[in-house]
């Protein structure tokens, strides 16, 4: 089996494991027994044409090697087809496999395919066992772990959902080789959310993983052994960090409310949200929007006399190192403003923001309590930079 790295989760009512290393997807079967604690009799995959075409026998030809009867169902591509209609055409092809409570549902692809299949996989005969296989960089670091699962509707994004925890995850570093650039841009920034929210030592991990990557091509960089494992580590140390949040491990560990810890996650999300909801949610990838979100938040902190404009540069710098992000000169900042308010994070009839006193020092900050200029002049800055 190839070198892989485990994390056991401490999520609740279960536990489960987290596999990362290179070509670790040719021991899906083996992988999938060892979560499941035996084979199951059926495995069904829910993926998309494009990832399945570049990983999809690999996996099921390993899980059919372990024992296991296959079948495989295909979702459209894209944010727009994590909706109703999915679900549906899900669950009626977990019918027609024939899917028990002892068999498994393995999703195949980034985050549109592990949210939607997870939500499938939590409602079809009240759970069955699930495990994700994430193949972009935003979902192997954020969305297969944590057990937020769901789907879109016409009113919002992901406001149907429940929390499903997976049986396990498998992460082939490999399949980032042919993850488009945008994807992978979009994948770093919210890897440099978590660094800066979690404190200096996964930041500068980040950063020096950007500044190794800076111009060169990930594809070959992940042939090269020593990138490879310095990767590895990285990947580990952010799931680390998103694990021991979502564990409630963080709670115990500073002062924070359970609440209090899963809201700063959302750091650079606030203005995110409202970019993307002005765009009609076409123009960036949500990480892209994320990358903007994460500068606003830091100029914003140091108008209020929170950061330091050293530690404000920083943060702008190792945003640049993820990727080139869409710009927002063409965006009208009132609009934007104006789009806040509806924010779905609004708690309590009040908007708040994540700000840093510091790298890994959030804070949370009523929206009432910031001024209008604060708030343009960060704008300005992020139109500038
Ligand atoms: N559950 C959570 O906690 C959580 C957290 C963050 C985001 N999300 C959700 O994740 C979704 C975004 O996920 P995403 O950024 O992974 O986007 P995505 O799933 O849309 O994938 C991005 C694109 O890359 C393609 N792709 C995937 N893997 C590839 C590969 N290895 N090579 C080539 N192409 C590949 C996909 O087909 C798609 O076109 C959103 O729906 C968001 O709401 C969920
Ligand atoms: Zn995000």
Request: proline share 4%; glycine share 10%; net charge positive.
């Amino acid at each position: 089996m190839p070198k892989s790295i485990k994390i056991k989760t401490k999520s609740s009512p279960s536990s489960y494991e987290i596999r990362i290393g290179q070509g670790v997807l040719r021991n899906a079967g083996v992988l999938t027994a060892e979560f499941l604690g035996r084979m199951p009799e059926r495995v069904a995959f829910i993926s998309n044409r494009k990832v399945f075409g570049l990983y999809g026998a690999e996996v099921t030809s390993s899980v059919g090697d372990a024992g296991a009867l296959r079948s495989v169902s295909f979702m459209g591509e894209g944010e727009r087809f994590k909706n109703l209609r999915t679900l549906v055409d899900s669950l009626e092809f977990f019918s027609t496999a024939s899917l028990s409570r002892t068999d498994a549902v393995v999703a195949l692809g980034g985050g549109v395919v592990g949210d939607l299949t997870g939500f499938a996989a939590s409602v079809y005969l009240r759970g069955i066992p699930f495990i994700q296989v994430p193949t972009t960089l935003l979902s192997m670091i954020d969305s297969s772990v944590g057990g937020k699962t769901g789907i879109n509707t016409p009113f919002g994004k992901n406001l149907v959902g429940a929390f499903y925890q997976p049986k396990g995850v498998i992460i082939d570093t490999d399949t980032l080789k042919t993850l488009p650039p945008r994807e992978l841009t979009a994948g770093f920034c919210e890897a440099v959310k978590q660094g800066a929210i979690a404190g200096k030592e996964l930041f500068e991990l980040t950063e020096a993983i950007l500044r190794r990557r800076s111009g060169k091509d990930l594809r070959h960089q992940l042939d090269d052994r020593a990138f490879s494992s310095h990767f590895a580590e990285f990947l580990r140390e952010q799931l680390k960090f998103k694990a021991r949040i979502v564990s409630g491990d963080e709670k115990e560990a500073s002062e924070r409310t359970d609440a209090l810890s899963r809201k700063i996650l959302n750091f650079g999300h606030t203005l995110a949200h409202a970019l993307e909801k002005v765009t009609k949610f076409r123009y960036f990838r949500h990480g892209e929007a994320v990358g903007h979100g994460i500068k606003f938040a830091a100029s914003l902190s140091k108008n209020l006399g929170l950061l330091s404009k050293d530690e404000v540069t920083l943060l702008y710098d190792v945003v640049h190192m993820a990727g080139r992000l869409p710009a927002v000169a063409g965006i009208d900042p009132r609009d934007v403003f104006a789009a806040l308010k509806h924010d779905k994070k609004v708690i309590d009839g009040s908007l708040q923001w994540i700000l840093l006193k510091g790298i890994g020092e959030p804070v949370i900050v009523p929206h009432a309590e910031l001024d209008r200029p604060a708030m343009k002049a960060a704008f300005k800055d992020i139109v500038r930079s």
